[in-house]
């Protein structure tokens, strides 16, 4: 391999080799992502030997587009959505060189799936305020308490763990971060059944769950810090997904107000048309921020991007609701079903308008995001903290 940065033409020469050694008719679909992840093709911006090659974070469509035109199996990037999107990030930037060649390549690949446990009845909006504790026994940690509103919990093999370390500390350190083994003894999972009927979402009960040091990642008590890089990655990767014109919430009232002209008033004209360019707009921006990517990190234009997520889709399922009138109301399946992806565009409109409820709360509640735009982009004073410096024990709770 060149000790350069790979550039365009190699990297399709580079799968085309990887196409001619593994035929993706006659190969299976696991074995051909493993040989792709260790060809260096999975996410090319990535250390060599961990499923990329150093090369520019840009250059991954070329790999794409080779791949695809070949029929080449993907690996279901929405069903591991949280493991490609929050985990392997996290892992790549704090991981020791060991945790790295462990939890990498079966993440991508598939393998095996993640889930985070970051939330807590108990805490709120306020994630820093959590109290699930992790006691030192020797060279594991002991961890019990509560998260909940767990996505993909029940199918999970890994969870993204932080619980508190040190309760003399104010509520932003004292706090690790772990990697959790879900199939552990003292790990409970209970479907947590949401508004739609549907359990995407878990309560996660942890009593008494040994973690090896081994699975710590970051130092002990910068738990708050390594978080920042999974949350920022979160909303990068709720408000930030790649759609078309018209995809998302706007796709299916656009298409109503086409084909169903009975149904137009000059009121609903107007709103549409507003909502129309608003998520036009969004869109684009989204676009801006994954091209910001390229560069570096995420920042925190990524919580500005999910607030706008947040509000568009609750407008537009609204306003899908009342252009449908009675019709609008109807609602097809309370059956409690356990989906394996989140679906916010999928069903009816009652579905539709229902699931949207839950945006402003899920990666981040939409108070809080917009605190962290008017602290960090928009550079304004920040909100009084009357425990800023108050140990965590000692705070009301």
Not at 312 to 336: A, C, H, K, R
Request: proline residues 6%; glycine residues 10%.
């Amino acid at each position: 391999m060149s000790e350069q940065q790979p550039d365009a033409d190699e990297l399709r020469a580079r799968t085309q080799e990887l196409l001619a050694a593994h035929p993706p008719a006659a190969t299976e679909a696991i074995d051909f992502l493993k040989a792709r992840f260790d060809a260096g093709l999975a996410w090319v911006h990535y250390p060599v030997g961990l499923g990329g090659l150093g090369a520019p974070r840009s250059l991954q469509p070329v790999v794409d587009a080779e791949l695809a035109a070949a029929g080449a199996p993907d690996n279901d990037p929405r069903r591991i959505g949280i493991g490609l999107g929050m985990a392997a990030p996290t892992v790549l930037k704090y991981g020791t060189d060991e945790q790295k060649r462990r939890f990498l390549r079966p993440l991508w690949v598939g393998e095996e799936v993640w889930c985070q446990l970051f939330s807590e009845p108990g805490a709120g909006s306020d994630l820093a305020a959590l109290g699930t504790r992790a006691v030192r026994d020797g060279d594991h940690w002991v961890v019990t308490g509560q998260k909940v509103w767990t996505s993909s919990a029940h199918l999970a093999r890994w969870a993204i763990l932080i619980a508190r370390t040190d309760v003399d500390l104010p509520k932003h350190q004292g706090i690790t971060y772990f990697i959790c083994d879900m199939t552990d003894p003292g790990v409970e999972v209970r479907p947590l059944r949401q508004i739609t009927g549907e359990a995407e979402f878990n309560e996660v009960f942890l009593t008494g769950v040994r973690i090896p040091d081994a699975h710590r990642l970051g130092a002990v008590g910068e738990g708050w810090k390594v978080a920042q890089t999974t949350l920022m990655n979160e909303r990068v990767s709720i408000g930030g997904m790649r759609l078309p014109r018209e995809g998302g919430m706007i796709g299916p009232v656009a298409r109503t107000w086409r084909e169903r002209p009975e149904l137009r008033t000059h009121d609903l004209h107007q709103r549409l048309l507003t909502l129309w360019v608003e998520a036009e707009v969004a869109r684009l921006t989204g676009e801006r921020l994954r091209q910001q990517l390229v560069a570096g990190q995420p920042g925190p234009e990524g919580s500005g991007m999910k607030l706008a997520f947040a509000r568009l889709n609750q407008e537009i399922s609204g306003l899908e609701v009342e252009l449908l009138g009675q019709e609008g109301l109807l609602y097809s399946d309370w059956t409690m079903r356990r989906p394996v992806l989140v679906d916010f565009t999928g069903r009816d409109a009652g579905y539709r308008y229902l699931r949207s409820k839950g945006n402003s709360i899920e990666g981040g509640t939409s108070e809080v995001l917009l605190n962290i735009v008017a602290e960090r982009v928009l550079g304004l004073p920040a909100e009084p903290r009357n425990d800023k410096d108050v140990a965590w024990k000692d705070l009301a709770r």
